[in-house]
T-cell receptor, first 114, second 113 residues
Framework: DQQVKQNSPSLSVQEGRISILNCDYT??????FLWYKKYPAEGPTFLIS?????DKNEDGRFTVFLNKSAKHLSLHIVPSQPGDSAVYFC?????????????FGRGTQLTVWP | DAGVIQSPRHEVTEMGQEVTLRCKPI?????LFWYRQTMMRGLELLIY????????DSGMPEDRFSAKMPNASFSTLKIQPSEPRDSAVYFC???????????FGSGTRLTVV
């Protein structure tokens, strides 16, 4: 049962334009959300996060938006660069869980072309 | 800090053979997770430990899979006997209580022929 869903397996964007990666969740107990980025032959690395008490968090070219009523979050990358081409995973923490588990989506492959 | 260290990076084995994957978490981290990445399922949690104790192994696909954490600095994931459908990238990750994020290792790409 997938509690975190990334319904777009892939996204292709031209360099310089905006990339928008989407994530939906079903568990209203999720209190913290993270995005991880994964290059081929490497492990996922942390990119940006947001607490459920906020609706936006920005870090340079990366902004995450959270819409709690819709149980939806999105990652915006502006402007997109070829080096952003990677798999992006959305993850969430359940505040009902006292243990440190994250729930991951299946990932979206972003390709940024020149 | 050397990060989470996994070995081997690549493993090719024949069906029926035993495979052991190894992980050294970040020193001081008290959570350790084993994930498997496939095209079909994305990142799939297999098992995780807290203070060396297995907490949830419901993601372990079959009895052929087993994991141990004999001490705070070492964990193994064993598959015996291995099958072609076990071919995937296996990741180990560690984290610290009170922190949300994990640090992942570089993974072990397993190919069972």
């Amino acid at each position: 049962d997938q509690q975190v869903k990334q319904n777009s397996p892939s996204l292709s964007v031209q360099e310089g334009r905006i990339s928008i990666l989407n994530c939906d969740y079903t568990n209203s107990m999720f209190d913290y959300f993270l995005w991880y980025k994964k290059y081929p032959a490497e492990g996922p690395t942390f990119l940006i996060s947001i607490s459920s008490i906020k609706d936006k968090n920005e870090d340079g070219r990366f902004t995450v938006f959270l819409n709690k009523s819709a149980k939806h979050l999105s990652l915006h990358i502006v402007p997109s660069q070829p080096g952003d081409s990677a798999v992006y995973f959305c993850a969430a923490h359940d505040r009902g869980s006292t243990l440190g588990r994250l729930y991951f989506g299946r990932g979206t492959q972003l390709t940024v072309w020149p | 800090d050397a990060g989470v260290i996994q070995s081997p990076r690549h493993e090719v084995t024949e069906m029926g053979q035993e495979v052991t994957l190894r992980c050294k978490p970040i020193s001081g981290h008290d959570y350790l997770f084993w994930y498997r990445q496939t095209m079909m399922r994305g990142l799939e949690l297999l098992i995780y430990f807290n203070n060396n104790v297995p907490i949830d192994d419901s993601g372990m696909p079959e009895d052929r899979f087993s994991a141990k954490m004999p001490n705070a600095s070492f964990s193994t994931l064993k598959i015996q006997p291995s099958e072609p459908r076990d071919s995937a990238v296996y990741f180990c990750a560690s984290s610290l209580s009170g922190q949300y994020g994990y640090t992942f290792g570089s993974g072990t790409r397993l190919t069972v022929v």
